[in-house]
T-cell receptor, first 112, second 113 residues
Framework: DAGVIQSPRHEVTEMGQEVTLRCKPISGHNSLFWYRQTMMRGLELLIYFNNNVPIDDSGMPEDRFSAKMPNASFSTLKIQPSEPRDSAVYFC??????????FGNGTRLTVT | AQSVTQLGSHVSVSEGALVLLRCNYSSSVPPYLFWYVQYPNQGLQLLLKYTTGATLVKGINGFEAEFKKSETSFHLTKPSAHMSDAAEYFCAVSDRNNNDMRFGAGTRLTVKP
């Protein structure tokens, strides 16, 4: 089991650019979560999917953020346009309900 | 909605001393409770979980936590700290469908030699 795989591990981009973060959940898991971690706000739940369907996106900070899960093995989190305050570590996690979440190693995003 | 509060953003103990990390939860339904650990530049790893049954839960690396409904608490303990326990610890709560897991702000544990 390779675990939850996120790419890239690090992303540096300029303000205004589009950023796409990718996640491959553990095979067989039916729930997928996107979190953002910052020093100021800690871990924030952005959105989660059950069986590829978005269930709650109330944590998505602005319309600049969007997430998709076209199939059970892939999800993306897109920020367009990016801003410096989006700089954070973004984590993807998956689970087979009701088991606990398994986290990826995160993508560290820096927007200059 | 569920929420957790972790008391103390930083805890420092000496090697061999008791570790106590505090967590209180709020939930309108019977909760599932979790403790996760995060090492630098890594994702979160599950330490232990409470779902139903025995209220004293044992996890990995010698940690344990006790669910106390009357106190709405789920404190994490370890009898004797090791240097390798230095990390950030997160308490989390979810509903019984595990659909909406919420994390506390985290407690950074420092272990002094």
């Amino acid at each position: 089991d390779a675990g939850v795989i996120q790419s890239p591990r690090h992303e540096v981009t300029e303000m205004g650019q589009e950023v796409t973060l990718r996640c491959k959940p553990i095979s067989g898991h039916n729930s997928l979560f996107w979190y953002r971690q910052t020093m100021m706000r800690g871990l924030e739940l952005l959105i989660y999917f059950n069986n590829n369907v978005p269930i709650d996106d109330s944590g998505m900070p602005e319309d600049r953020f969007s997430a998709k899960m076209p199939n059970a093995s892939f999800s993306t989190l897109k920020i367009q346009p990016s801003e410096p305050r989006d700089s954070a570590v973004y984590f993807c996690a998956s689970s087979l309900n009701p088991s606990p979440l398994h986290f990826g190693n995160g993508t560290r995003l820096t927007v200059t | 909605a569920q929420s957790v509060t972790q008391l103390g953003s930083h805890v420092s103990v000496s090697e061999g001393a008791l570790v106590l990390l505090r967590c209180n939860y709020s939930s309108s339904v019977p909760p599932y409770l979790f403790w996760y650990v995060q090492y630098p530049n890594q994702g979160l790893q599950l330490l232990l979980k409470y779902t139903t049954g025995a209220t004293l839960v044992k996890g990995i690396n010698g940690f344990e936590a006790e669910f106390k409904k009357s106190e709405t608490s789920f404190h994490l303990t370890k009898p004797s700290a090791h240097m390798s326990d230095a990390a950030e610890y997160f308490c989390a709560v979810s509903d019984r469908n595990n659909n909406d897991m919420r994390f506390g702000a985290g407690t950074r544990l420092t272990v002094k030699p």
